[in-house]
């Protein structure tokens, strides 16, 4: 069993940024896809982006040019920095991994853009 903890999310006025981590409980980003997702109030949860040993970055449209999406293995944490943020970026963000067949996720962390 992994367990995932996100940390990171505030309150931030429009154009600001924050970084969200999520850390796993033991190393298992080796071979596995990992991702960030978000789920606004009265939205489906939504892929903000993803990253891999054997494929780069992949980022949503709306989100393209302003997040980055970075892992530190040895700290066994994956980060998603957030730039120029807008109020549309609200949500509760999540982090997931998928290995071995297996999907894990955070618990959520919120991030909330005043405009």
């Known amino acids: 069993q992994v367990q995932l903890v996100e940390s990171g999310g505030g309150l931030v006025q429009a154009g600001g940024s924050l970084r969200l981590s999520c850390a796993a409980s033991?190393?298992?980003?080796?071979?596995?896809?990992l991702a960030w997702h978000r789920q606004a109030p009265g939205k489906q949860r939504e892929l903000v982006a993803t990253?891999?040993?054997?494929?780069?970055?992949y980022y949503a449209d709306a989100v393209k040019g302003r997040f980055t999406i970075s892992t530190d293995s040895a700290k066994n944490t994956l980060y998603l920095q957030m730039n120029t943020l807008k109020p549309e970026d609200t949500a509760v963000y999540y982090c997931?991994?998928?290995?071995?067949?297996?999907?894990?996720w955070g618990q959520g962390t919120q991030v909330t853009v005043s405009s």
């Open positions: 997931n991994v998928q290995h071995l067949s297996v999907n894990y």
């Open positions: 033991r190393s298992i980003f080796s071979g596995a896809v």
């Open positions: 990253i891999s040993r054997s494929a780069g970055p």
